[in-house]
C-alpha cells in the first residue's frame, strides 16, 4: 500500500471537510468519554505514525510524546509539528522496549 507523504504530514488539515469532521468527531468522543481533562497530562501516543493524534492531544493541553519504529514516520510528524505549529516531542522507539521510566505518562494511547 503506498500512501502519500504529504497528505500524512497534512491530514486532516487539507484532505475536505467532511474527513475533517470524521476525525474531529473521532477524537473528540473518545476524549468526551474520560472523566478528566487531558490538559496538563503527560500523554504518549504509541505507535503515532505521523503525528495527526498527538497534533489533537497537545492543541488540548496535553504534554505530548510520540513513538513510532519507523524513522521515516518520525520525520513526517516533525514536520507535521513544524507546520501546524503544536509542541510535541517525537522519537523513534520500540514499544517492547519504551525508554522511559515507569510512572512517566498520565495516559498511553494507542
Known amino acids: 500500500m503506498i ?4 497528505f ?4 486532516p488539515h487539507n484532505a475536505g471537510r467532511l474527513y ?9 468522543s473518545a476524549v468526551s468519554m474520560l ?6 497530562l503527560r500523554v504518549l501516543d504509541v ?9 489533537y492531544y497537545a492543541k488540548n493541553g496535553a ?6 519504529l519507523s524513522l521515516e514516520v518520525i520525520e513526517r510528524a516533525k514536520k507535521r ?5 503544536f509542541d510535541a516531542e ?10 522511559f521510566p515507569n510512572n512517566s505518562f498520565d495516559i498511553v494511547s494507542v
Open 3 to 6: 500512501i502519500e507523504k504529504e
Open 8 to 11: 500524512e504530514i497534512d491530514r
Open 20 to 28: 475533517k469532521y470524521l476525525i474531529d468527531y473521532k477524537f473528540y
Open 35 to 40: 472523566s478528566f481533562s487531558i490538559n496538563n
Open 47 to 55: 505507535c503515532c505514525g505521523s503525528g495527526m493524534i498527538s497534533e
Open 63 to 68: 504534554i505530548v510524546t510520540g513513538v513510532d
Open 81 to 85: 509539528k513544524e507546520k501546524f505549529n
Open 90 to 99: 517525537f522519537k523513534v522507539a520500540d514499544v517492547t522496549k519504551l525508554p
